[in-house]
């Protein structure tokens, strides 16, 4: 057992150095951390580093703060930037930006249909993740290490205006809660400017928290629609609120519905900012009910609850050994949160489960090199998300790992099967 727990993780470092999407090499263009971000003073109440100081105090839970804030100089919440083109804050990242390094492809719209080759690589029509430029690198959208569940909630945070017993069940911090006391569960969290608007104590007990916070832009668009000035306007509003409210400046972004192509890449990378996409798509986002209006391609909650069934299964089954997975999920509604609570506990059973970040060796995923998070590959057992040991970089800046053992949890996989079947057959009543 301990010599193939040794070779496993072995094994499990060499695959997480040979993965050269998680790491930008010198080829790229180079990126500077972002000047064109105002400066804010520090909020009350919000961690400015990661670990904590006092890794043994517990972490924030339960009812959120009262406390407002006031935050002035945004644009009108959850549409576009209006006239980003003439926005006295978007000019002078515009006169930043080296434009010979963003190609020329056309806004699209609904009827475009991806030209042959795919020259910019657009996501949204085949799934393109490598772009067609050498300069930019590739996304991040698998964990490359087999058994390992990259945890994304996009969309958050999550909150109802106006806020009822009934309505806000599911609200912040239900999930946040919910991590917490399952084995203190990290997770990334890839926030929308104008839902840290609409609640901004509940990001900073996300931030707080430790989970990993990435920007979804300030109004979550299909970003390849907008002209430049517009994508610019997206990332700098995003941004800027989440600096204004949680004191960082993240380096890691997703598109919203994923709509991203190498014209919006090059924008995103020299603003700072690197593309993180998902290989597992839970569509929890299209399950019709609370927050969410019938379309056309609403799914009802069984089938979301399928999807993952169906994942399980087949990881179960050994037929899942190439990577692992970043998975799409939500905090937008009641149905999502629902569903991502009732399949944690067993994901974390069959999974090394972390943020995508950490899976991607990702330590410090802002400009601000005070938060250091635990990343993949160690050697030594522990809980989902401890810091146990780690290493120090020649900054003396010390690295936490994410402890793991593959061949313990291929043990509790064997274990797990059981409580799984239980769990479809739980779910196959629901
Ligand atoms: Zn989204």
Not at 12 to 31: E, G
Not at 350 to 356: G, I, K, R, S
Request: glycine share 6%; proline share 9%; with cysteine.
């Amino acid at each position: 057992m301990i010599a193939l727990q040794t070779a496993t993780v072995l094994a499990a470092v060499f695959l997480s150095t040979a993965n050269s999407a998680a790491t930008p090499t010198a080829s790229y263009l180079p990126q500077t951390s972002p000047t064109y971000l105002p400066s804010f003073p520090a909020q009350t109440g919000v961690i400015t580093s990661w670990p904590p100081a006092d890794p043994s105090a517990p972490l924030p839970s339960g009812p959120l703060s009262t406390a407002t804030l006031t935050l002035s100089g945004y644009p009108t919440m959850n549409v576009p930037v209006a006239n980003a083109s003439v926005d006295p804050n978007i000019i002078p990242i515009m006169n930043l930006i080296d434009w010979t390094h963003v190609p020329d492809a056309p806004v699209t719209t609904n009827t475009t249909i991806v030209p042959a080759g795919d020259p910019y690589c657009w996501w949204t029509q085949g799934g393109c993740v490598t772009p067609k430029i050498s300069y930019i690198p590739p996304d991040i959208y698998i964990c490359p290490v087999p058994d390992t569940w990259g945890l994304t909630y996009d969309d958050g945070p999550m909150y109802y205006y106006p806020v009822t017993p009934e309505n806000s069940v599911w609200a912040e911090p239900n999930l946040y809660d919910f991590l917490l006391a399952h084995n203190n569960q990290k997770a990334n969290l890839f926030y929308i400017g104008s839902k840290i608007m609409g609640a901004p104590i509940a990001a900073q007990r996300g931030l707080n928290d430790g989970h990993t916070i990435c920007v979804h832009t300030w109004s979550h668009p299909l970003m390849t629609t907008l002209t430049n000035a517009e994508v610019v306007a997206e990332f700098y509003y995003g941004l800027r609120m989440i600096k204004e409210v949680l004191g960082i400046t993240p380096k890691c972004w997703r598109p919203p519905y994923g709509d991203v192509d190498d014209r919006v890449r090059a924008i995103a990378w020299q603003m700072g900012l690197r593309t993180i996409i998902w290989d597992q798509d839970t569509n929890d986002w299209q399950i019709v009910g609370d927050q969410v209006a019938p379309t056309s391609s609403s799914i009802s909650y069984a089938t979301a609850n399928n999807t993952v069934e169906g994942w399980i299964a087949n990881h179960v089954k050994g037929n899942d050994t190439q990577h692992g997975h970043i998975t799409l999920e939500h905090e937008l509604s009641n149905a999502t949160i629902t569903l991502a609570e009732f399949w944690l506990p067993t994901i974390q059973k069959l999974y090394q489960t972390m943020p995508a970040t950490a899976c991607n060796n990702i330590a410090q995923p802002y400009w601000e090199e005070s938060f250091v998070y635990p990343i993949q590959g160690d050697q030594a057992v522990s809980t989902n998300g401890t810091a146990v040991g780690g290493s120090t970089s020649s900054n003396g800046t010390t690295t936490p790992k994410i402890v793991s053992s593959a061949a313990t949890k291929s043990t509790q996989v064997m274990g797990s099967v059981m409580t799984l079947v239980v769990a479809a057959i739980m779910a196959s009543l629901l």
